[in-house]
């Protein structure tokens, strides 16, 4: 089973927007038996992001660890969810 964080500021509001969605999407597309998805804020996260397939963001990270983050505000915006999605696809191999 691949392993997904999503973090935002505070582990509470816009990460679980962000939970709710990528949920959506991982069902319409008949995947969410292969993914585990954890929420929790980036401040406690930034040392373990490595133990995750992949990382989904709504909250600005640090330089150090932007190539392991996908940048989730536009799942909040709904714009560019499509390229969001996208890159989870790739990152989670699915």
Sequence with gaps: ?????????????????????????LKSNSN???VKIYQSKIGDE?????????VVSTTVVPDSAKSKVINGLGLLTGMGTDSI??????????
């Design 1 to 25: 089973m691949k392993k997904l964080l999503v973090v935002c500021g505070a582990g509470h509001a816009t990460s679980t927007i962000a939970v709710s969605k990528i949920q959506n999407w």
């Design 32 to 34: 969410e038996d292969k």
């Design 46 to 54: 930034l040392q373990h992001l490595d133990e995750y397939d992949a």
């Design 85 to 94: 999605y996208n890159e989870l696809q790739q990152r989670l191999e699915l």
